[in-house]
Protein backbone atom coordinates (compact mmCIF):
# COMPACT_ATOMS: atom_id res chain seq x y z
CA UNK A 1 0.00 0.00 0.00
CA UNK A 2 1.31 3.27 -1.22
CA UNK A 3 1.92 5.48 1.84
CA UNK A 4 0.65 9.01 1.93
CA UNK A 5 2.52 12.09 2.41
CA UNK A 6 0.99 15.73 3.54
CA UNK A 7 1.96 18.86 0.98
CA UNK A 8 5.41 20.50 2.78
CA UNK A 9 4.49 23.31 5.11
CA UNK A 10 6.31 25.77 7.02
CA UNK A 11 5.94 26.29 11.26
CA UNK A 12 7.46 29.03 13.51
CA UNK A 13 9.00 27.16 16.46
CA UNK A 14 10.89 27.57 19.54
CA UNK A 15 11.72 30.75 20.52
CA UNK A 16 10.25 33.26 18.45
CA UNK A 17 6.54 31.33 19.78
CA UNK A 18 7.33 31.16 23.16
CA UNK A 19 8.57 34.90 23.07
CA UNK A 20 5.11 36.46 20.97
CA UNK A 21 3.30 34.58 23.65
CA UNK A 22 4.85 36.25 26.20
CA UNK A 23 4.58 39.76 24.54
CA UNK A 24 7.82 40.56 24.04
CA UNK A 25 9.97 41.67 21.11
CA UNK A 26 10.74 38.79 18.64
CA UNK A 27 13.98 39.63 17.36
CA UNK A 28 14.84 36.00 15.51
CA UNK A 29 12.58 33.84 13.99
CA UNK A 30 13.11 29.60 13.32
CA UNK A 31 11.12 27.80 10.94
CA UNK A 32 10.48 24.25 10.60
CA UNK A 33 9.61 22.88 6.96
CA UNK A 34 7.39 19.44 7.16
CA UNK A 35 7.32 17.09 3.81
CA UNK A 36 9.99 18.53 1.92
CA UNK A 37 13.08 16.70 1.51
CA UNK A 38 16.78 19.24 1.82
CA UNK A 39 17.63 19.40 -1.72
CA UNK A 40 14.09 20.85 -2.80
CA UNK A 41 14.53 22.85 0.05
CA UNK A 42 17.47 24.05 -0.92
CA UNK A 43 16.59 24.82 -4.36
CA UNK A 44 13.63 26.58 -3.52
CA UNK A 45 14.66 29.34 -0.75
CA UNK A 46 17.88 29.82 -3.85
CA UNK A 47 15.40 30.89 -6.05
CA UNK A 48 14.15 33.23 -3.60
CA UNK A 49 16.86 34.80 -2.19
CA UNK A 50 20.70 34.43 -0.86
CA UNK A 51 21.15 30.90 1.47
CA UNK A 52 23.70 30.00 3.95
CA UNK A 53 23.96 25.92 3.94
CA UNK A 54 26.23 26.34 6.86
CA UNK A 55 24.37 24.05 8.79
CA UNK A 56 22.89 22.01 6.34
CA UNK A 57 24.37 18.79 7.64
CA UNK A 58 21.91 19.64 10.56
CA UNK A 59 19.13 20.27 8.47
CA UNK A 60 19.39 23.83 8.88
CA UNK A 61 19.66 26.49 6.16
CA UNK A 62 20.09 30.14 6.71
CA UNK A 63 18.18 32.21 4.25
CA UNK A 64 18.44 35.79 3.42
CA UNK A 65 15.16 37.02 1.07
CA UNK A 66 16.89 40.29 1.47
CA UNK A 67 19.41 42.48 2.49
CA UNK A 68 19.57 42.46 6.51
CA UNK A 69 16.79 40.02 6.99
CA UNK A 70 17.64 36.46 7.66
CA UNK A 71 15.78 33.30 9.09
CA UNK A 72 17.19 29.71 9.97
CA UNK A 73 15.11 27.60 8.02
CA UNK A 74 15.05 24.11 9.34
CA UNK A 75 14.13 20.37 8.45
CA UNK A 76 12.51 18.64 11.59
CA UNK A 77 15.49 16.43 13.23
CA UNK A 78 15.87 13.21 15.24
CA UNK A 79 18.79 12.56 17.47
CA UNK A 80 19.43 9.17 18.01
CA UNK A 81 21.79 8.83 21.47
CA UNK A 82 25.36 7.28 20.41
CA UNK A 83 27.29 7.60 23.98
CA UNK A 84 27.01 10.03 26.99
CA UNK A 85 27.42 13.45 27.24
CA UNK A 86 26.54 16.46 25.41
CA UNK A 87 28.73 15.45 22.59
CA UNK A 88 26.56 11.75 22.58
CA UNK A 89 24.07 12.15 19.94
CA UNK A 90 23.99 12.37 16.38
CA UNK A 91 21.45 14.20 14.48
CA UNK A 92 19.53 13.14 11.56
CA UNK A 93 16.95 15.83 9.75
CA UNK A 94 14.03 13.82 8.23
CA UNK A 95 11.43 15.66 6.37
CA UNK A 96 8.75 13.62 6.90
CA UNK A 97 8.74 13.39 10.73
CA UNK A 98 5.32 13.72 12.58
CA UNK A 99 5.14 17.41 14.34
CA UNK A 100 4.94 15.64 17.81
CA UNK A 101 8.10 13.89 17.44
CA UNK A 102 10.08 16.30 16.62
CA UNK A 103 8.62 19.00 19.09
CA UNK A 104 9.47 16.02 21.63
CA UNK A 105 12.64 16.49 21.19
CA UNK A 106 13.14 19.77 22.22
CA UNK A 107 14.34 20.60 25.98
CA UNK A 108 11.58 22.62 27.52
CA UNK A 109 7.92 22.53 26.81
CA UNK A 110 8.21 26.53 26.45
CA UNK A 111 10.37 25.87 23.46
CA UNK A 112 8.33 23.22 22.12
CA UNK A 113 5.43 24.49 20.44
CA UNK A 114 4.75 25.54 16.86
CA UNK A 115 2.49 28.08 15.50
CA UNK A 116 1.68 28.17 11.54
CA UNK A 117 1.01 31.28 10.37
CA UNK A 118 -1.30 30.12 7.06
CA UNK A 119 -4.14 29.04 9.46
CA UNK A 120 -2.98 31.23 12.39
CA UNK A 121 -3.27 28.25 14.68
CA UNK A 122 -0.85 27.21 17.95
CA UNK A 123 0.45 23.55 17.90
CA UNK A 124 1.00 22.86 21.78
CA UNK A 125 1.36 19.26 22.27
CA UNK A 126 3.15 19.22 25.76
CA UNK A 127 0.75 22.01 27.22
CA UNK A 128 3.74 24.57 26.81
CA UNK A 129 1.52 27.48 26.82
CA UNK A 130 0.02 26.62 29.96
CA UNK A 131 3.84 26.33 31.62
CA UNK A 132 4.29 29.63 30.45
CA UNK A 133 1.29 31.07 32.05
CA UNK A 134 2.52 29.44 35.37
CA UNK A 135 5.86 30.56 34.95
CA UNK A 136 6.71 26.63 35.33
CA UNK A 137 10.14 25.36 33.27
CA UNK A 138 9.32 21.45 32.58
CA UNK A 139 11.16 19.20 30.72
CA UNK A 140 9.47 17.65 27.44
CA UNK A 141 10.22 14.86 27.47
CA UNK A 142 12.94 11.64 29.34
CA UNK A 143 14.54 12.66 26.45
CA UNK A 144 16.02 15.34 28.26
CA UNK A 145 18.26 13.53 29.82
CA UNK A 146 20.95 12.81 26.88
CA UNK A 147 22.20 16.46 26.77
CA UNK A 148 23.36 17.75 30.18
CA UNK A 149 23.85 21.24 28.56
CA UNK A 150 20.00 21.44 29.17
CA UNK A 151 20.51 22.01 32.68
CA UNK A 152 22.66 24.97 32.32
CA UNK A 153 20.07 25.61 29.60
CA UNK A 154 17.63 25.59 32.19
CA UNK A 155 19.52 28.09 34.60
CA UNK A 156 19.46 31.06 32.04
CA UNK A 157 15.50 30.29 30.61
CA UNK A 158 14.83 30.43 34.34
CA UNK A 159 16.36 33.69 34.97
CA UNK A 160 15.56 35.46 31.77
CA UNK A 161 11.39 34.34 32.08
CA UNK A 162 11.20 34.43 36.00
CA UNK A 163 10.16 30.62 35.72
CA UNK A 164 10.41 27.90 38.94
CA UNK A 165 11.41 24.42 37.93
CA UNK A 166 8.95 21.63 38.01
CA UNK A 167 9.48 19.27 40.76
CA UNK A 168 10.62 16.35 38.10
CA UNK A 169 12.26 18.24 36.05
CA UNK A 170 14.52 18.96 39.38
CA UNK A 171 14.76 15.64 39.75
CA UNK A 172 15.79 14.71 36.11
CA UNK A 173 18.62 17.50 36.46
CA UNK A 174 19.95 16.06 39.70
CA UNK A 175 20.46 12.76 38.46
CA UNK A 176 22.66 14.46 35.25
CA UNK A 177 24.81 15.65 37.98
CA UNK A 178 27.72 13.45 36.81
CA UNK A 179 26.93 14.77 33.11
CA UNK A 180 28.69 18.10 33.77
CA UNK A 181 32.14 17.20 33.02
CA UNK A 182 31.15 16.12 29.52
CA UNK A 183 30.71 20.25 28.68
CA UNK A 184 32.79 22.11 26.50
CA UNK A 185 34.01 25.71 28.00
CA UNK A 186 32.19 27.44 24.95
CA UNK A 187 28.76 25.86 25.24
CA UNK A 188 28.58 26.71 29.28
CA UNK A 189 29.47 30.16 28.32
CA UNK A 190 26.88 31.08 25.87
CA UNK A 191 24.14 30.14 28.53
CA UNK A 192 26.26 32.00 31.22
CA UNK A 193 26.49 35.04 28.75
CA UNK A 194 22.83 34.81 28.30
CA UNK A 195 21.76 34.46 32.25
CA UNK A 196 23.92 37.43 32.77
CA UNK A 197 22.86 39.95 29.62
CA UNK A 198 19.38 39.01 29.47
CA UNK A 199 18.19 38.03 32.46
CA UNK A 200 14.71 39.57 34.69
CA UNK A 201 15.36 37.01 37.86
CA UNK A 202 19.27 36.51 37.76
CA UNK A 203 18.50 34.96 40.70
CA UNK A 204 15.88 32.28 39.38
CA UNK A 205 18.25 31.05 37.37
CA UNK A 206 21.13 30.51 40.33
CA UNK A 207 18.27 29.60 42.63
CA UNK A 208 17.69 27.03 39.97
CA UNK A 209 21.51 25.55 40.14
CA UNK A 210 21.48 25.41 43.77
CA UNK A 211 18.31 23.35 43.50
CA UNK A 212 19.59 21.15 40.58
CA UNK A 213 22.41 20.52 42.72
CA UNK A 214 24.54 21.69 39.76
CA UNK A 215 26.11 24.75 41.79
CA UNK A 216 28.33 22.55 43.24
CA UNK A 217 30.75 22.65 40.25
CA UNK A 218 31.22 26.25 40.69
CA UNK A 219 32.97 26.13 43.98
CA UNK A 220 33.55 29.90 44.02
CA UNK A 221 29.54 30.23 44.04
CA UNK A 222 28.40 27.09 45.66
CA UNK A 223 30.81 28.47 48.71
CA UNK A 224 29.19 31.51 49.72
CA UNK A 225 25.77 28.91 50.97
CA UNK A 226 26.02 29.68 54.90
CA UNK A 227 29.05 32.29 55.17
CA UNK A 228 27.53 34.60 57.40
CA UNK A 229 27.85 38.67 57.24
CA UNK A 230 27.00 40.86 60.31
CA UNK A 231 23.35 41.35 60.71
CA UNK A 232 23.90 45.62 61.33
CA UNK A 233 24.96 45.68 57.65
CA UNK A 234 23.22 42.69 55.89
CA UNK A 235 19.83 41.77 57.75
CA UNK A 236 19.25 39.89 54.11
CA UNK A 237 21.09 36.78 55.86
CA UNK A 238 24.38 35.11 54.81
CA UNK A 239 26.70 36.13 51.43
CA UNK A 240 24.83 34.34 48.99
CA UNK A 241 21.48 34.95 49.98
CA UNK A 242 22.75 38.95 49.10
CA UNK A 243 24.84 37.95 45.64
CA UNK A 244 21.14 36.65 44.55
CA UNK A 245 19.78 40.16 45.53
CA UNK A 246 22.12 42.44 44.22
CA UNK A 247 22.03 40.49 41.12
CA UNK A 248 18.55 41.77 40.64
CA UNK A 249 18.69 44.67 42.42
CA UNK A 250 21.34 45.85 39.03
CA UNK A 251 18.51 44.31 36.80
CA UNK A 252 16.11 46.46 38.37
CA UNK A 253 17.87 49.33 38.00
CA UNK A 254 16.57 52.04 35.25
CA UNK A 255 19.92 52.41 33.40
CA UNK A 256 20.05 48.78 32.91
CA UNK A 257 17.72 48.81 29.87
CA UNK A 258 19.27 51.89 28.43
CA UNK A 259 22.36 53.23 27.75
CA UNK A 260 24.43 49.90 28.54
CA UNK A 261 25.64 47.78 25.70
CA UNK A 262 25.66 43.92 26.14
CA UNK A 263 29.25 43.85 26.77
CA UNK A 264 28.60 46.82 29.45
CA UNK A 265 25.48 44.51 31.32
CA UNK A 266 27.94 41.40 31.22
CA UNK A 267 30.78 43.33 32.72
CA UNK A 268 28.72 44.57 35.77
CA UNK A 269 26.57 41.13 35.95
CA UNK A 270 28.93 39.37 36.23
CA UNK A 271 30.63 41.93 38.66
CA UNK A 272 27.75 41.44 40.84
CA UNK A 273 27.76 38.33 41.17
CA UNK A 274 31.60 37.48 41.76
CA UNK A 275 31.90 40.72 44.24
CA UNK A 276 31.72 39.02 47.53
CA UNK A 277 33.19 35.11 46.98
CA UNK A 278 36.00 36.18 48.96
CA UNK A 279 34.38 36.45 52.32
CA UNK A 280 34.53 32.61 51.77
CA UNK A 281 38.11 32.75 53.41
CA UNK A 282 37.98 36.44 54.68
CA UNK A 283 35.02 35.93 57.07
CA UNK A 284 35.72 35.79 60.87
CA UNK A 285 33.98 36.96 64.16
CA UNK A 286 35.44 39.51 66.55
CA UNK A 287 34.43 41.30 69.26
CA UNK A 288 34.62 45.48 69.05
CA UNK A 289 33.53 47.77 71.77
CA UNK A 290 32.03 44.69 73.52
CA UNK A 291 30.13 42.90 70.94
CA UNK A 292 30.30 40.04 68.43
CA UNK A 293 30.94 42.01 65.12
CA UNK A 294 31.26 39.55 61.77
CA UNK A 295 34.05 41.40 59.37
CA UNK A 296 35.52 40.39 56.18
CA UNK A 297 39.02 42.23 55.64
CA UNK A 298 40.30 42.20 52.33
CA UNK A 299 37.42 40.31 50.56
CA UNK A 300 37.32 42.63 48.13
CA UNK A 301 40.73 41.72 47.10
CA UNK A 302 40.18 38.49 47.48
CA UNK A 303 37.22 37.97 45.58
CA UNK A 304 39.21 40.36 42.24
CA UNK A 305 41.54 37.17 42.02
CA UNK A 306 38.79 34.89 42.31
CA UNK A 307 37.42 36.61 39.69
CA UNK A 308 39.24 35.42 37.17
CA UNK A 309 39.30 31.84 38.01
CA UNK A 310 35.65 31.71 37.71
CA UNK A 311 35.84 33.55 34.28
CA UNK A 312 38.11 31.11 32.74
CA UNK A 313 36.20 28.43 34.31
CA UNK A 314 33.02 29.41 32.11
CA UNK A 315 34.80 29.99 29.21
CA UNK A 316 34.53 33.53 29.14
CA UNK A 317 36.90 35.80 27.27
CA UNK A 318 39.83 37.33 28.54
CA UNK A 319 38.51 40.70 28.26
CA UNK A 320 35.78 40.18 30.22
CA UNK A 321 38.08 39.09 33.54
CA UNK A 322 40.36 42.43 32.55
CA UNK A 323 37.24 44.72 33.09
CA UNK A 324 35.37 42.60 35.95
CA UNK A 325 38.51 42.34 38.18
CA UNK A 326 38.53 46.22 38.51
CA UNK A 327 35.37 46.49 39.50
CA UNK A 328 35.59 43.89 42.15
CA UNK A 329 38.46 45.19 43.30
CA UNK A 330 37.44 48.22 44.11
CA UNK A 331 33.51 47.80 44.84
CA UNK A 332 34.16 49.14 48.75
CA UNK A 333 35.41 52.44 47.44
CA UNK A 334 32.58 54.54 48.44
CA UNK A 335 32.93 53.63 52.02
CA UNK A 336 36.09 56.32 51.71
CA UNK A 337 36.18 59.96 51.11
CA UNK A 338 35.71 60.90 47.70
CA UNK A 339 38.24 63.89 47.85
CA UNK A 340 39.55 65.13 44.07
CA UNK A 341 42.46 63.48 44.34
CA UNK A 342 40.87 60.27 45.03
CA UNK A 343 38.37 60.07 42.93
CA UNK A 344 41.27 60.64 40.02
CA UNK A 345 43.24 57.74 41.34
CA UNK A 346 40.20 55.21 41.48
CA UNK A 347 39.34 56.08 37.52
CA UNK A 348 42.74 55.02 36.69
CA UNK A 349 43.09 52.47 38.67
CA UNK A 350 39.54 50.65 37.16
CA UNK A 351 41.05 51.03 33.83
CA UNK A 352 39.85 49.42 31.11
CA UNK A 353 36.99 50.03 33.42
CA UNK A 354 34.59 53.43 34.58
CA UNK A 355 33.60 55.00 37.59
CA UNK A 356 29.94 55.32 35.70
CA UNK A 357 29.83 50.93 35.42
CA UNK A 358 31.89 50.79 39.45
CA UNK A 359 28.67 53.01 40.63
CA UNK A 360 26.22 50.27 39.27
CA UNK A 361 27.63 47.86 41.08
CA UNK A 362 27.89 49.47 44.11
CA UNK A 363 24.74 50.53 44.32
CA UNK A 364 23.48 47.14 43.63
CA UNK A 365 25.61 45.85 46.22
CA UNK A 366 23.92 48.38 48.70
CA UNK A 367 20.08 47.62 47.21
CA UNK A 368 20.93 43.70 47.71
CA UNK A 369 20.27 44.21 51.48
CA UNK A 370 16.85 43.46 51.76
CA UNK A 371 13.79 45.57 51.87
CA UNK A 372 16.03 48.43 54.75
CA UNK A 373 18.25 48.93 51.80
CA UNK A 374 16.18 50.61 49.04
CA UNK A 375 17.51 54.22 49.08
CA UNK A 376 20.57 55.22 47.16
CA UNK A 377 23.75 55.42 49.60
CA UNK A 378 25.08 58.74 49.69
CA UNK A 379 28.50 58.09 49.66
CA UNK A 380 27.90 56.25 46.31
CA UNK A 381 25.75 59.37 44.83
CA UNK A 382 28.89 62.10 46.50
CA UNK A 383 31.56 59.60 44.49
CA UNK A 384 29.26 60.01 41.11
CA UNK A 385 29.04 63.70 41.50
CA UNK A 386 33.06 64.23 42.18
CA UNK A 387 33.79 62.19 38.93
CA UNK A 388 31.59 64.19 36.98
CA UNK A 389 32.66 67.30 38.44
CA UNK A 390 36.02 66.02 37.23
CA UNK A 391 35.37 64.75 33.52
CA UNK A 392 36.54 60.90 35.00
CA UNK A 393 32.80 59.42 35.17
CA UNK A 394 33.99 56.99 32.01
CA UNK A 395 37.42 57.41 32.49
CA UNK A 396 40.77 58.19 33.74
CA UNK A 397 41.70 61.36 33.16
CA UNK A 398 43.53 62.37 29.45
CA UNK A 399 47.33 62.11 29.63
CA UNK A 400 48.68 66.06 28.64
CA UNK A 401 52.30 64.66 27.79
CA UNK A 402 53.09 62.46 24.94
CA UNK A 403 56.40 61.10 23.76
CA UNK A 404 56.33 63.33 20.92
CA UNK A 405 56.38 66.62 22.81
CA UNK A 406 59.66 64.97 25.28
CA UNK A 407 61.45 64.37 21.85
CA UNK A 408 61.37 68.02 20.57
CA UNK A 409 62.42 69.13 24.12
CA UNK A 410 65.24 67.03 23.56
CA UNK A 411 64.63 64.32 25.93
CA UNK A 412 66.09 61.09 23.97
CA UNK A 413 63.79 58.33 22.84
CA UNK A 414 63.63 54.70 24.91
CA UNK A 415 63.16 52.98 28.08
CA UNK A 416 64.00 56.59 30.24
CA UNK A 417 61.21 58.26 28.59
CA UNK A 418 58.55 56.10 29.24
CA UNK A 419 59.48 56.22 32.96
CA UNK A 420 59.41 60.43 32.59
CA UNK A 421 56.01 60.02 30.87
CA UNK A 422 54.78 57.69 34.03
CA UNK A 423 56.39 60.28 36.61
CA UNK A 424 54.75 62.95 34.83
CA UNK A 425 51.37 61.42 34.41
CA UNK A 426 51.62 60.29 38.31
CA UNK A 427 51.80 64.13 39.19
CA UNK A 428 48.98 64.98 36.52
CA UNK A 429 47.08 62.57 38.88
CA UNK A 430 48.05 63.74 42.40
CA UNK A 431 48.26 67.32 41.35
CA UNK A 432 44.86 67.71 39.45
CA UNK A 433 46.36 69.28 36.39
CA UNK A 434 44.06 69.88 33.36
CA UNK A 435 46.57 72.47 31.22
CA UNK A 436 49.53 70.74 29.34
CA UNK A 437 51.72 73.59 30.36
CA UNK A 438 51.73 72.41 33.82
CA UNK A 439 53.12 69.10 33.64
CA UNK A 440 55.50 70.00 31.62
CA UNK A 441 56.79 72.65 33.59
CA UNK A 442 57.52 70.30 36.63
CA UNK A 443 59.04 67.94 34.01
CA UNK A 444 61.51 70.69 33.18
CA UNK A 445 62.38 71.12 36.50
CA UNK A 446 62.42 67.73 38.03
CA UNK A 447 63.91 66.11 34.89
CA UNK A 448 65.51 68.34 32.85
CA UNK A 449 66.64 67.39 29.34
CA UNK A 450 70.40 66.36 28.95
CA UNK A 451 72.79 69.26 28.68
CA UNK A 452 73.93 67.96 25.25
CA UNK A 453 70.38 67.86 24.29
CA UNK A 454 69.35 71.43 25.30
CA UNK A 455 72.78 73.42 24.01
Known sequence: MASFKQPAKAYLVGG??????????????????????????????????RTDAVGKSFGVIKWSPKPGETYDIGLPRK?????TGHRGFSVHA??????????????FTINAMLYCPLEKRLIDFFRGKEDLEKRQLRHTSEAFHEDPLRVMRGMQLAGRFGLSPHPETLTLCRSMHSS??????????????KWATQSTHPSM????????????????????????QDPQWHPEGDVWEHTLLVCDAVVGAEPWQEGLSCEDRLTIMMACLLHDTGKVTTTKTIIKEGLQR??????????????????????????????VRPLVQEHMMHLQQPTERAVRRLARRLEPESIKHLCHVMLADARGRGKASQASPIHVMAL????????????????????????????????????????VYDQQIEQGWIEKQSALAWLLKAYPPPKEASS
Not at 180 to 193: G, I, N, V
Not at 392 to 417: H, I, N, S
Open 16 to 49: CVRDALLGNPVHDYDIEVYGMPMEKLLKHLQSRG
Open 79 to 83: EINTD
Open 94 to 107: DPFLSLESACERRD
Open 180 to 193: FASLPKERLWEEWK
Open 205 to 228: GLAFLNETGWLSHYTSLNQMIGIP
Open 294 to 323: IVSPGHAQVSSRLSKVFLHQIGAPLWLAQR
Open 384 to 423: RKTAEKLEVTDGAPKVLVQGKQLLGMGYPPGKEMGRLLAK
